[in-house]
């Protein structure tokens, strides 16, 4: 807590009440418990779709002139989105995560307007699903509690391998965009553009921490999440 003296042109007391005998303001200073609170709400609107975005869906309005998927193809679409809308939930919590416990507050900076930026994608994504008449995955929740602790690890470990799990999480993303890119059907453009745009995003996000000093990771570590991404997109498709 910390007390406010107010001298808007009249004379205080010397007993520091303020102005003409007015008690004085007292302002709570946030803390950390305030921080995980904001995160847990947070955490909650990422989680059920409400949390805010920036910029509008890169495919546009639908159109009656957009061409019909097959229902397989439909189906395969809609795996796909589901996995991105997945990755994007584990950026989110990552960053959130690594953001919460950084000392340093340009690399705070850094790590906030990643997740941002996540949160369009996040929007775009479920967008997609909900034209292709799908869902997140049910496991989503597991998804975000478990990248945020992540991120409160790799954040204890130092600023240049802070930003090399960002830089490193960012350079896999991009390998599934273009996977996917590469098995969308040829005719699912609204799709195509979304992920597009992500892939785009995502090669911004690695550079920015490549520019401020990423460390490249220990093999083991890059195996580990490998390993861990594969199981997300492995369930995410069906789940």
């Given at each position: 807590?910390?007390?406010?003296?107010?001298?808007?042109?009249?004379?205080?007391?010397?007993?520091?009440?303020?102005?003409?005998g007015a008690a004085p303001a007292?302002?709570?200073?946030?803390?950390?418990?305030?921080?995980?609170?904001?995160?847990?709400?947070?955490?909650?609107?990422?989680?059920?779709?409400?949390?805010?975005?920036?910029?509008?869906?890169?495919?546009?309005?639908?159109?009656?002139?957009?061409?019909?998927?097959?229902?397989?193809?439909?189906?395969?679409?809609?795996?796909?989105?589901?996995?991105?809308?997945?990755?994007?939930?584990?950026?989110?919590?990552?960053?959130?995560?690594?953001?919460?416990?950084?000392?340093?507050?340009?690399?705070?900076?850094?790590?906030?307007?990643?997740?941002?930026?996540?949160?369009?994608?996040?929007?775009?994504?479920?967008?997609?699903?909900?034209?292709?008449?799908?869902?997140?995955?049910?496991?989503?929740?597991?998804?975000?509690?478990?990248?945020?602790?992540?991120?409160?690890?790799?954040?204890?470990?130092?600023?240049?391998?802070?930003?090399?799990?960002?830089?490193?999480?960012?350079?896999?993303?991009?390998?599934?965009?273009?996977?996917?890119?590469?098995?969308?059907?040829?005719?699912?453009?609204?799709?195509?553009?979304?992920?597009?745009?992500?892939?785009?995003?995502?090669?911004?996000?690695?550079?920015?921490?490549?520019?401020?000093?990423?460390?490249?990771?220990?093999?083991?570590?890059?195996?580990?999440?490998?390993?861990?991404?594969?199981?997300?997109?492995?369930?995410?498709?069906?789940?």
């Open positions: 807590m910390e007390q406010v003296v107010h001298a808007a042109g009249s004379k205080g007391s010397v007993d520091g009440s303020g102005p003409r007292w302002r709570r200073r946030a803390g950390r418990l305030d921080a995980i609170l904001a995160e847990a709400g947070r955490a909650l609107r990422v989680l059920d779709g409400t949390v805010s975005h920036a910029r509008g869906n890169p495919a546009g309005p639908a159109a009656a002139a957009d061409p019909v998927l097959s229902d397989a193809e439909s189906r395969h679409a809609a795996g796909l989105m589901r996995v991105n809308h997945v990755g994007e939930i584990c950026a989110q919590a990552l960053y959130r995560g690594q953001a919460l416990l950084c000392r340093d507050e340009g690399i705070r900076r850094v790590l906030l307007q990643a997740a941002e930026e996540e949160v369009d994608h996040l929007a775009w994504c479920r967008q997609r699903l909900d034209e292709l008449h799908s869902r997140p995955s049910l496991l989503n929740p597991l998804w975000y509690a478990g990248s945020f602790g992540l991120g409160l690890a790799a954040s204890r470990a130092g600023i240049p391998y802070n930003l090399g799990f960002m830089a490193e999480t960012e350079r896999q993303v991009e390998e599934h965009l273009d996977g996917h890119l590469d098995t969308l059907p040829d005719q699912d453009q609204r799709s195509r553009r979304i992920v597009t745009q992500m892939r785009d995003d995502e090669i911004g996000h690695r550079t920015t921490a490549e520019d401020h000093g990423a460390a490249p990771l220990p093999a083991p570590v890059r195996g580990a999440m490998r390993l861990m991404s594969k199981l997300m997109t492995t369930t995410a498709y069906r789940i």
